[in-house]
């Protein structure tokens, strides 16, 4: 199934599980997510098969599913220029970072790789850096030739967090900013920076009227119907989460424990438990300081 071709500019790259977007101008083209190291062989042969080299290779947001796999892209495309959002490179040089990516892109190799879908490339021993990036803001734009890129800060869900609006194609990729998607099921909120921000920010992606919409993970939808579904679902998913949490009266680890033991499931799963657990804190303690 994949690489997908949406159309002449537009194309899904990775695997169902990480989805790494290419977009394709007349004169420049740009990488739109790094995936992991599990998923950097499999990007990499699949831009050679197109003959492709990105110009551009754009970080949406620094967590280990999103940025383990840049120092396997740099090296491949040293001329490519890298961009991130403001706050992203600061989240990497916390002294926690490195260990915790690591540990993580390691155990994210071996559940991939359970599942057939990894491609031939060790794990990080270090953690990547975004020194000397092209640090963007809300509003700037790339144009690749009669193909303009704008960008999207995005707030609520991690540091540094930008999307990518591709207004000629009525194209928004969301990155994790309604949450990690469950096919069926729905969505895994994912608003560890803030909630109202979260909220403010599906409503403000679903002004954009998209006609197309890819996540980062499990999906992209190109019915209009379905998109504002999409919508729908990942607002229904955090409200649940809000008034579970609120109206919990034990304390805030046994709450965590019990978002824990229902969202840790295919396709959460490919995640180690600790990052996941870590994540049901947040999402406590996020609520809680509303």
Do not use: W
């Given at each position: 199934?994949?690489?997908?071709?949406?159309?002449?500019?537009?194309?899904?790259?990775?695997?169902?599980?990480?989805h790494i977007y290419l977009?394709?101008?007349?004169?420049?083209?740009?990488?739109?997510?790094?995936?992991?190291?599990?998923?950097?062989?499999?990007v990499l042969e699949q831009l050679s098969s197109r003959g492709v080299e990105p110009d551009y290779v754009i970080?949406?947001?620094?967590?280990?599913?999103?940025?383990?796999?840049?120092?396997y892209l740099k090296r491949s495309y040293p001329h490519a220029t890298v961009i991130a959002g403001d706050g992203a490179e600061a989240f990497?040089?916390?002294?926690?970072?490195?260990s915790t990516l690591i540990a993580e892109d390691r155990h994210m190799i071996k559940a991939m790789t359970a599942r057939g879908v990894c491609g031939s490339v060790e794990a990080i021993t270090t953690s990547p850096t975004l020194s000397g990036c092209n640090v963007v803001n809300d509003g700037d734009e790339i144009d690749l030739g009669e193909l303009n890129i704008?960008?999207?800060?995005?707030?609520?869900?991690?540091p540094g967090n930008i999307l990518v609006h591709i207004p000629l194609l009525?194209?928004?990729?969301?990155s994790d900013s309604l949450g990690n998607y469950y096919p069926g099921r729905g969505f895994f909120p994912t608003f560890f920076t803030g909630?109202?921000?979260y909220m403010q920010t599906i409503d403000r992606l679903e002004n954009l009227d998209p006609m197309m919409m890819g996540l980062a993970h499990n999906g992209f939808i190109l019915d209009k119907v379905e998109i504002t579904k999409m919508f729908r679902l990942a607002r229904q998913a955090a409200y649940d989460v809000r008034h579970f949490i609120i109206h919990d009266t034990r304390n805030d680890e046994e709450i965590a424990h019990d978002l824990f033991r229902f969202y840790y499931t295919?396709?959460?799963?490919?995640?180690?438990?600790?990052?996941?657990?870590?994540?049901?804190?947040?999402?406590?303690?996020?609520?809680?300081?509303?």
């Open positions: 199934m994949y690489p997908l071709e949406i159309n002449h500019n537009l194309f899904v790259l990775g695997n169902e599980y990480f977009i394709k101008g007349k004169k420049a083209c740009a990488l739109v997510e790094t995936g992991i190291s599990a998923t950097a062989a499999i970080v949406t947001h620094p967590h280990s599913d999103h940025i383990t796999g840049l120092d990497l040089d916390h002294p926690k970072a490195e704008k960008f999207i800060e995005a707030k609520g869900h991690a009525k194209t928004v990729l969301v909630f109202n921000d295919d396709p959460l799963a490919i995640y180690s438990p600790q990052n996941i657990m870590n994540c049901c804190r947040l999402l406590v303690r996020r609520v809680k300081e509303i």
